[in-house]
C-alpha cells in the first residue's frame, strides 16, 4: 500500500505539507480550525484540491478567525457559496460556521480547542469519532481520523522510515506521549 511519505516528497504541491506540517502537533486555535475545515472539504474530495483551495479558504474564512467565523449570518454564508475559491458546499460551510461557535464554547469549557483536545487524550480513534460526532457537525470517521492524525493525536500520519517521522518524535506528539 502506497502511503503519503511515498509520493509526496517528490511532488511540489504536497511535499511542503508533509514535511512541515502533516502529523506535527499544533495548538495554536486558527491553524487548528483551518484544519478542521480543510478535512470538512476534502470529504469526497482529493486532499490535493484543499491545499490548491487552501489560500481561498483562508480569504474567506476570515483568516480561520473564530470568533469572526462564528458570528457569520446569511449574506456570509451568500458571500461563501458564490466563492469559486473553496467548495461551495452548503452543509460544509454551514459545519464551518457551527463549529466555529462550538470552538468558542471549548474555551469557555475547557480554556481553548487544543485544551479540549488534550482533555480527551488519550482516546483510541473510535471513541474520537464518537466524541467528534457528538460536538461538531460533519465530523465522521475518516474525517476525525484524519484530522487527529494530522495533528499528532492519533499515530500513522507518516511510516517509520520516513524522515519527517523521526522530526515529529523529537516533538513528542500526543499519541507518542500515550
Not at 42 to 56: D, T, V, Y
Not at 97 to 116: E, K, Q
Request: aromatic residues 12%; proline residues 5%.
Amino acid at each position: 500500500m502506497t502511503s503519503y511519505c511515498d509520493f509526496a516528497p517528490g511532488d511540489p504541491l504536497h511535499r511542503p505539507y508533509h514535511d512541515t506540517e502533516y502529523g506535527f502537533p499544533a495548538r495554536d486555535e486558527a491553524v487548528l480550525f483551518e484544519r478542521l475545515i480543510l478535512e470538512i472539504n476534502q470529504a469526497g474530495l482529493s486532499w490535493g484540491l484543499m491545499l490548491k483551495k487552501r489560500e481561498g479558504f483562508r480569504a474567506a474564512y476570515d483568516g480561520f478567525d473564530v470568533v469572526a467565523v462564528a458570528g457569520y449570518r446569511e449574506r456570509d454564508v451568500a458571500r461563501l457559496l458564490a466563492d469559486p475559491g473553496i467548495i461551495r458546499n452548503r452543509l460544509k460551510v454551514a459545519a464551518a460556521v457551527h463549529n466555529a461557535g462550538v470552538i468558542l464554547g471549548l474555551r469557555d469549557s475547557h480554556g481553548g480547542f487544543a485544551a479540549w483536545l488534550d482533555a480527551h487524550h488519550p482516546l483510541d480513534k473510535a471513541d474520537w469519532v464518537k466524541l467528534f460526532k457528538k460536538t461538531f457537525r460533519f465530523t465522521g470517521g475518516e474525517i476525525t481520523g484524519e484530522f487527529l492524525m494530522s495533528l499528532g493525536y492519533l499515530a500513522g500520519a507518516h511510516r517509520e522510515g520516513c524522515p519527517t517521522h523521526a522530526r515529529i518524535l523529537k516533538l513528542a506528539p500526543p499519541w507518542a506521549r500515550g
